[in-house]
Every structure is written in C-alpha cells, then in structure tokens.
C-alpha cells in the first residue's frame, strides 16, 4: 500500500506527513492486500482567515479498479484527517464486502464443479 501526503495552501512537513501516514495505516493496515495506492489531499480554503476551513480528502484506489473517495472538512488539519479516516475506513469495507459477496463471472464455467447434478 503505497500512501501519498499533498497540501494545498497547507505546508506538509515531515512530522505532519508521518502523522497522516500513521492514521491512514491506521485505518486501512487490515485492507492492505487489496488497497493499491493512497493519495491524501490537505487543503485549507479561507487561508489565514481562520474558521472551519481544512479540508482533509482521501482517494483509495483498490485492486481491480476500484476507487473509494472520502473528504471532510474541520477546525484543525488532525480532526479533519481524523474525520476522513473513519470514513475511508467504512467505504473500503463496504467495498470489499461487496466485493467478496458476488462471484467473479470468469470463475463461473459451465465445466466447473459447482454444477448441480
């Protein structure tokens, strides 16, 4: 599981970036056989004006095409990663529940031993 840390208007420094690295492995360590890449994106919309401005949004691209978005916005950069986190999280289970809930159609063969007799 590769994860990407990128900020907007936000200055992504080595202690923040690990900081992220650390929840998103956090949040999805137990999906790493199927997660592909992760691209986190921080922003902050108002700049130095303050308010509920930074934006934490976190792209997963699974194997097999995959790919989950969640995006949260809050006070601080932390509660907004935080915020995403969780929510990734969700998403990506759904998706692997889904996943694993259908079969594939190319393990379906007319010859295969799952016929009924």
């Known amino acids: 599981m590769r994860v990407s840390v990128r900020g907007k208007r936000i200055k992504v420094g080595p202690e923040l970036r690990v900081a992220v690295e650390r929840q998103v492995y956090l949040a999805l360590g137990r999906f790493a056989d199927v997660v592909r890449t992760v691209e986190v994106t921080l922003a902050d919309v108002n700049g ?12 997963v691209l699974l194997k097999r095409t995959d790919k989950v978005v969640a995006e949260a916005t809050d006070v601080t950069v932390m509660a907004a990663i935080d915020r995403t986190c969780y929510r990734v999280k969700r ?4 998706a692997v529940e889904r996943r694993n809930q259908w079969p594939s159609p190319w393990s379906m063969s007319p010859y295969s031993s799952h016929q009924e007799e």
């Not at 130095?48 to 792209?59: A, C, N, Q």
């Not at 998403?91 to 759904?94: D, E, I, T």
Request: aromatic share 0%; hydrophobic share 40%; no cysteine.
């Open 48 to 59: 130095p004006r303050g308010g509920i401005d930074k934006i934490s949004r976190i792209v």
């Open 91 to 94: 998403l990506v289970s759904r």
